[in-house]
């Protein structure tokens, strides 16, 4: 080592400049562990789902052709009962009525308030929010979105995306809950002698909002209460709840 490297690596610049490097680098290697803890929320659900899929296609065959026994009817391969209308049905059904939840509670969290709750905006921000604490348009930051920077429909459509979304969601899974429920109400009723339905005439009877609407008002009941219990309830480390210490009147605050 030369008198001058000697220096320059007892300079106490030099020591705070490969402390500092260091420092950042195990920040940056901290904050990008890779993709699986990145992500690990939604594979863990996506990973249940799955499961309980599988699972309700295996129990739901059983069922299926017990029943079939049962009333001297034909039984039904595993794989063709998962693309009948019997399966399809079940399906849909639970599908269209979680996307409804979430695309009503974004719409009425917009101007809708629960003072306490952390699923709730504080009191006195109701309404779309300004561009600037948006940060859209002429506010938008260097790493923002493209289209939340131009003004005009892009912004617009992108700024209501999620709601675009879930509502295309909810509405193609409601017209195949629909679909699947007609063809199997028709097959029941052509096994028992009865006249079947046009699909305009299933989806105005009973026994069709029978079935949506017990599965709409379990949803809204589900919602609803867990925005009232998080004022008063709390879960650590969650940040579907507030900290433990918060007021019970705190607002819009996540643990």
């Known amino acids: 080592m030369t008198k001058r490297a000697g220096r320059l690596a007892q300079s106490p610049v030099f020591e705070w400049t490969i402390w500092e490097t260091g420092r950042l680098g195990r920040a940056h290697a901290g904050s990008n562990p890779g993709f699986l803890s990145d992500h690990s929320l939604s594979l863990f659900f996506l990973a249940i789902f799955l499961a309980s899929l599988v699972g309700q296609a295996i129990a739901g065959h059983i069922l299926h052709n017990e029943e079939a026994l049962a009333h001297q009817g034909e039984e039904m391969s595993f794989w063709r009962y998962l693309v009948s209308s019997d399966f399809g049905n079940a399906v849909m059904e639970n599908w269209q ?67 675009i979304v879930m509502s295309i969601i909810f509405l193609g899974s409601w017209f195949a809950q629909s679909v699947t429920g007609w063809t199997e109400f028709n097959a029941e009723q052509t096994d028992h002698g009865e006249q079947t339905l046009s699909w305009l005439s299933y989806i105005g009877s009973a026994n069709f909002w029978e079935a949506t609407l017990q599965n ?40």
């Open 97 to 163: 009525s979680e996307y409804l939840q979430f695309m009503l509670f974004m719409l009425a969290t917009i101007w809708l308030i629960e003072r306490g709750s952390p699923e709730s905006k504080e009191p006195g921000k109701e309404g779309m929010e300004s561009d600037q604490k948006q940060k859209v348009g002429g506010h938008a930051e260097q790493d923002s979105p493209a289209w939340a920077k131009p003004r005009g429909i892009k912004t617009f459509v992108y700024s209501n995306s999620l709601l």
């Open 216 to 255: 709409w008002q379990s949803e809204f009941l589900a919602v609803g209460s867990f925005v009232a219990i998080t004022v008063f309830l709390r879960q650590r480390g969650s940040p579907e709840s507030k900290p433990v210490g918060a007021p019970h009147e705190a607002t819009g605050v996540e643990g």
